[in-house]
């Protein structure tokens, strides 16, 4: 607060009665993205994939990882960072499914930030044992379409979900996430005959903000589209192993 006003800024020029506000938002994305590259750096270092999921409140994302988690742990170690303003619900139920996970509690904030995955990341790897690496990283950002689409948290892929109850107007509403995302999922689709929800107009809307979206459509309850989607993500894995 300045000392001299009151006003919310941390600093004012007020010689000659001018006021200057002292902009801090380029250095919040600057320092951000130093984090974020340097997270990167590491990941790429270890061969792990990293993959940043965001979406509105209740779209699925939580459901997603756990059935991943389900079809995958077979063949490799994962990790998961959950992102939430309270509570450590969302690390439990993916634990429960055999992952490793850290729950990243913001307190009221709306995203995640390069800083705390990088603090929660190395918690994490304090749970694997000895001798063991982890193979793929989901962080799984807080429920919110807006904030988390500006800053990058280090990922190698990030993945924008809809969920048909949700309606079909959120590439139009919220389209930096479509644009800034590798991919999008339309989730629930077994809901699909309860809803007024068309499935090709929404795809072809978010393909025209970002014509190299991979598009999946899928149900955790039914498991339809689970294989592609399975598919896609360990190809992933195996090219950023090499192997």
């Not at 200057?20 to 270092?45: I, P, W, Y």
Request: charged fraction near 30%; hydrophobic fraction near 35%; glycine fraction near 8%.
């Amino acid at each position: 607060m300045c000392d001299v006003c009151g006003c919310g800024a941390d600093s004012h020029d007020h010689s000659h009665g001018n006021v200057k506000t002292v902009k801090l938002e380029e250095s919040l994305f600057k320092e951000n993205d130093r984090l974020a590259q340097e997270n990167r750096k590491h990941f790429d270092g270890k061969n792990l994939l990293a993959v940043n999921l965001i979406s509105s409140p209740g779209s699925g994302k939580t459901s997603l990882l756990e059935k991943t988690i389900e079809l995958l742990k077979s063949r490799y170690t994962i990790g998961v960072l959950e992102g939430d303003i309270e509570t450590e619900r969302d690390a439990d139920r993916v634990r429960a499914k055999g992952a490793y996970a850290i729950q990243l509690t913001t307190g009221g904030a709306c995203h995640l930030e390069a800083g705390l995955v990088h603090k929660g990341f190395h918690s994490l790897e304090h749970q694997l044992k000895e001798g063991e690496d982890l193979d793929v990283l989901f962080i799984e950002n807080v429920g919110n379409l807006v904030c988390p689409t500006s800053f990058d948290l280090g990922e190698h892929v990030r993945v924008v979900l809809v969920s048909v109850p949700e309606g079909p107007d959120k590439p139009a509403k919220y389209p930096k996430a479509f644009r800034t995302a590798d991919v999008f999922i339309i989730s629930k689709i077994d809901l699909l005959p309860h809803f007024d929800f068309d499935l090709e107009k929404v795809k072809k809307e978010a393909l025209s903000l970002n014509p190299k979206l991979k598009v999946f459509t899928l149900s955790t309850v039914s498991g339809e589209g689970m294989d592609e989607w399975i598919s896609y993500v360990e190809e992933l894995i195996k090219n950023k192993k090499g192997l």
